[in-house]
């Protein structure tokens, strides 16, 4: 054993069998409630078991819980349900045996508790159309923002005398946890339409809690202007973040702005077009016409003469003029067919007409990059390479005639130039009380317990005393003084005034301990105020014994 751990342990052996237990007694103690303290004290009271819950399934969990014994707490907004520490996966289990939660929107698991048996057409129809309503309001619900939503859907009905078929319709309210539900109407209505068949997005009526209107079917909000602006919204939104993913790692993302303004043409365009090839044909039909004509004529004639008019004398005719004609005629018609292409284009896009882009940058930043020995003229090149960056990362063209700016500024702290007001020392208490308050209450109970359990008892055994140090004595003597103490001189006064003697060189640890453990003339004294007749008995009974 090293010699510097023999003086220690001889000293613990000093110390006794008896007064080495009392000290680890203490010491267990000490730290037994030290320890309790710290785990109780610094871990949460409760854990959360379910968020978002209706009202009648908070009711119903706490009846379980409560039938249960096991603790429960509900938050202030009346739909997260709380446990104490360590019983949440037990709460859990028991919930999920008994069906809880069960929410009022049910889907399709009303089919699990139908039974078939005396089921008409009419109540299947019905359980179909609630079932759909539920899992349609589940949906709506798993949209950011929206915490609660019931929906009502009227179905078409077939009749035998009605011409015209009736148009399904559906309204939706909802509950968002922020002022800006309006943004989701249209998103539900098209969601609503695409699950139900025969609906329209326009037959859709949407509702917030409070009543507001926020989508029907003569809603201004649906037109073409509505959906021009959105789609111009969202381009602008698109190119602010390529110049936001393209800035941040170079300036981060607190030392600059971009702001983009795009004029967006949607106008539906149709084009049809039809293009004929000269260089190639196909004959289609050949006509050949073939005619031959001949044509031969004669004609004869008489001498005019005196013989003539002779009765009695005939004359031979004569040969006149001849004429022949032959003619042949032969024409050929070829018809060809012209190779065209026709092209029809519609578009239902849209077309980025021109783009306006603004960037300021943060001199500071640029400064800082540069260095402390920075120039206008370094600060001017490296805004223009900014300039570059953004035109690549945003589609930027001249000949549409885009407008690009950067610009590098001074950026000031807070809004309206009004420095931000830093969080106060009574803030910030306000903000950790109640880790505050818990180590706090660890510091108490640690200083009780040592003040008065460690202190007096290690005090108390480093003074000698006569109960530990010689051989234990009767229960009897321990109890009451001795006849010899009790015969001595002055009886009850006597003992008084050593009372007073002693007390008056005494020390304060004498003090505790006389509290704690009184001494014989304590104790007779105290006799001797409560009975004085039963403490003289007691004396003579002792006198008697003694002299016996």
């Known amino acids: 054993m090293p010699e510097q751990l023999k003086p220690i342990l001889q000293n613990l052996l000093d110390f006794g069998p008896r007064r080495l237990a009392i000290m680890g007694g203490v010491l267990v103690m000490v730290l037994a409630v030290i320890g309790f303290g710290s785990v109780y004290l610094n871990r949460p009271a409760y854990d959360t078991l379910y968020v978002g819950l209706e009202r009648s399934d908070v009711n119903q969990i706490g009846l379980v819980l409560g039938e249960a014994g096991i603790g429960f707490d509900v938050a202030s907004d009346g739909t997260t349900v709380l446990v104490p520490a360590g019983k949440t996966a037990q709460a859990r289990m028991m919930l999920a045996e008994k069906g809880l939660p069960t929410s009022a929107n049910a889907g399709y698991e009303l089919f699990d508790n139908v039974g078939s048996l005396g089921l008409t057409s009419f109540m299947q129809q019905i359980t179909r159309v609630r079932a759909l309503e539920g899992e349609i309001a589940r949906t709506i619900q798993s949209i950011s923002g929206i915490r609660a939503a019931r929906v009502h859907i009227v179905m078409s009905e077939r009749a035998n005398f009605r011409r015209d078929q009736q148009k399904p319709s559906a ?18 209505r098209y969601l609503v339409s695409a699950a139900v068949p025969g609906l329209s997005p326009e037959d859709v009526t949407v509702l917030d809690s409070t009543g507001t209107l926020l989508a029907a079917g003569d809603d201004p909000n649906n037109n073409s202007a509505s959906q021009s602006l959105s789609v111009e919204r969202t381009i602008e939104m698109q190119i602010e973040d390529n110049i936001r993913r393209a800035l941040a790692p170079y300036l981060g993302p607190d030392n600059f702005r971009a702001s983009v303004k795009a004029d967006v043409n949607t106008d539906t365009r149709q084009t049809e077009e039809t293009i004929f090839d000269p260089e190639s044909r196909v004959e289609r039909s050949i006509q050949v016409v073939k005619s031959n004509e001949n044509n031969s004529q004669t004609s004869s004639s008489s001498p005019t003469t005196v013989e003539q008019n002779l009765p009695e004398s005939d004359l031979a005719s004569t040969d006149g003029p001849q004429s022949s004609e032959q003619s042949e005629r032969k024409e050929e018609t070829t018809n060809y067919e012209m190779n ?28 800082a990059i540069l ?28 000949a549409r005639g885009d407008v690009i700016s950067v610009s590098a500024v001074e950026f000031i702290d807070g809004l309206d130039g009004e420095p931000i007001a830093e969080a106060g020392m009574l803030d910030s208490i306000g903000t950790h009380a109640g880790t505050m308050i818990n180590a706090a209450s660890f510091i108490v109970v640690a200083f009780l317990m040592a003040f008065f359990g460690l202190k007096p008892m290690v005090a108390a055994l480093s003074q000698s005393s006569p109960a530990l140090s010689g051989p234990e004595e009767d229960d009897s003597q321990r109890t009451l003084p001795s006849p010899q103490a009790a015969n001595s001189p002055g009886t009850p006064e006597s003992a008084a005034a050593s009372l007073a003697a002693s ?46």
């Open 503 to 548: 007390r008056s060189g005494s020390t304060p640890l004498d003090e505790l301990r006389q509290k704690i453990r009184p001494a014989p003339q304590d104790r007779l004294a105290r006799m001797v105020d409560l009975n004085e007749e039963r403490t003289a008995q007691i004396l003579r009974k002792w006198s008697h014994q003694e002299a016996s």
């Open 340 to 367: 065209s292409k026709k092209i029809a284009t519609i578009s239902n896009g849209y077309t980025v007409t021109k783009m306006s882009i603004a960037v300021v940058v943060n001199q500071e930043r640029l400064a």
């Open 171 to 188: 309204s939706v309210v909802i509950r968002s946890s922020n002022m800006d539900s309006g943004r989701s109407a249209n998103s539900i």
């Open 371 to 398: 260095g402390d020995a920075a120039t206008p003229e370094q600060i001017a090149a490296r805004v223009a390479d900014i300039q570059t960056l953004v035109s690549s990362a945003t589609g930027f063209s001249e």
